[in-house]
Each structure stands twice: as structure tokens, then as C-alpha cells.
T-cell receptor
Framework: AQKITQTQPGMFVQEKEAVTLDCTYD???????LFWYKQPSSGEMIFLIY??????QNATEGRYSLNFQKARKSANLVISASQLGDSAMYFC?????????????FGQGTELSVKP | GAGVSQSPSNKVTEKGKDVELRCDPI?????LYWYRQRLGQGLEFLIY????????KSGLPSDRFSAERTGESVSTLTIQRTQQEDSAVYLC????????????FGQGTRLTVV
């Protein structure tokens, strides 16, 4: 069965520094996608970045990059030059395209606090 | 804009009553998801619709929960005989067929059972 694990319930980072949020996943399929979402205190879900299992290069979107290590089944999110507005919950998610027909499941999240 | 729309945004109901939550996905999106998010918790998968395929109901917590979708349009999540532990935000999301893109979320329905 699919499983997403985020082992850091809370993280602190100093403004302007980089931070890595951990995510490991478990699937028996070879075809899957990995996603990161941000959820600020307002509650909206904001898509950040996507990585396909067959993508050879790590995904990047502005200050966000995904450190994809397929053999380790990890998909860590790296936020560079943290800003106060980055304070939020961050969720890792996976969509398994074969076995689960595209069901999208989420980890428990990491609460990031950016200190001035 | 033509985003995912959920209604109502807030619902307060008495324990034991039935509630219906509505989700209007983005036009053309064949996949639709429902999630439950309790306060301070992650997103708990409830049910997934993909086009005309049989829905994946594996996340529904009890037979009090059910959901329907008409074709590739509106979906309703029904909770019968509500309990206090059903209090949560219920989030709906949709994505295009193929699924190699992100899911787009609605603003959620905050359900409070008193």
C-alpha cells in the first residue's frame, strides 16, 4: 500500500537561510508522482512543486527544489532563502498511477516557522 | 475564476443530523478527491473519483459516510447521523485526466457538530 512519511512535526529556520523538509514514501509501483503543498494559516492548499518518478533531474520552482532520491524513496523539499511568509504547514503527497489508479495521498505535514 | 468551489463554507449541525457537502470541480477535470482534515492534522483521504470508473472508497471511515458524483461534474459528500468526531474541515480537490499535474483544492467546508 502507498504510504507517505514526514518525520518532522515542526521545524524552525532563520530568515534568509535554507531549510530541508523530509519526506519518504513507499510504493510498489514504478510510475508515480510526488507533490509538495503549502498550507498557510488561512487553510488554502497551495501547490509548490512536482516530481515524476521517471524524471531524471530534480524539480525546481523558484526558491523551491525537490531532492529526489529514488533508491532511498525520499523526496525532500528544499526552500532556499527563507522568508517570513514561508511560515506554514507543508505536506508531501504521492499519486501512484498503476496500483492505486491515481489516488493522491498525503503525509502528516511539517510545520515550518521562519524566525526574523 | 473557475477554481474548485465548495459549499457551504461553514456548517454547524446538531449531533445525529445528516449533512451534505458539495464540491464543484474545475470544468474538464475528471479526477475528484475528498479529504478530511482535523484541527492541526494532515489530510485524511476519504474517496476518489476518476471519470466513469468505480470510485475508490477505501478511505471512508464508516458507513455513515458516502459520496456521489454525477459524471465529471458536481460531487456531494453525505455524512449521516453526525458525531462530534466528524467535526473537521472537508477538502475537495480535482485534477485533469492523466494526473501528471497537481490537484487543485477548494477552500473547504468547516463542519462543526455540536
Amino acid at each position: 500500500a502507498q504510504k507517505i512519511t514526514q518525520t518532522q512535526p515542526g521545524m524552525f529556520v532563520q530568515e534568509k537561510e535554507a531549510v530541508t523538509l523530509d519526506c519518504t514514501y513507499d510504493t510498489s509501483d514504478q510510475s508515480y508522482g510526488l507533490f509538495w503543498y503549502k498550507q498557510p494559516s488561512s487553510g488554502e492548499m497551495i501547490f509548490l512543486i512536482y516530481q515524476g518518478s521517471y524524471d531524471e533531474q530534480n524539480a525546481t520552482e523558484g526558491r523551491y527544489s525537490l531532492n529526489f532520491q529514488k533508491a532511498r524513496k525520499s523526496a525532500n523539499l528544499v526552500i532556499s532563502a527563507s522568508q517570513l511568509g514561508d511560515s506554514a504547514m507543508y505536506f508531501c503527497a504521492m499519486r501512484d498511477y498503476r496500483n492505486q489508479g491515481g489516488k493522491l495521498i498525503f503525509g502528516q505535514g511539517t510545520e515550518l516557522s521562519v524566525k526574523p | 475564476g473557475a477554481g474548485v468551489s465548495q459549499s457551504p463554507s461553514n456548517k454547524v449541525t446538531e449531533k445525529g443530523k445528516d449533512v451534505e457537502l458539495r464540491c464543484d470541480p474545475i470544468s474538464g477535470h475528471t479526477a475528484l478527491y475528498w479529504y478530511r482534515q482535523r484541527l492541526g492534522q494532515g489530510l485524511e483521504f476519504l474517496i476518489y473519483f476518476q471519470g466513469n470508473s468505480a470510485p475508490d472508497k477505501s478511505g471512508l471511515p464508516s458507513d455513515r459516510f458516502s459520496a456521489e458524483r454525477t459524471g465529471e461534474s458536481v460531487s456531494t459528500l453525505t455524512i449521516q447521523r453526525t458525531q462530534q468526531e466528524d467535526s473537521a474541515v472537508y477538502l475537495c480537490a480535482s485534477s485533469p485526466r492523466g494526473g501528471y499535474t497537481e490537484a487543485f483544492f477548494g477552500q473547504g467546508t468547516r463542519l462543526t457538530v455540536v
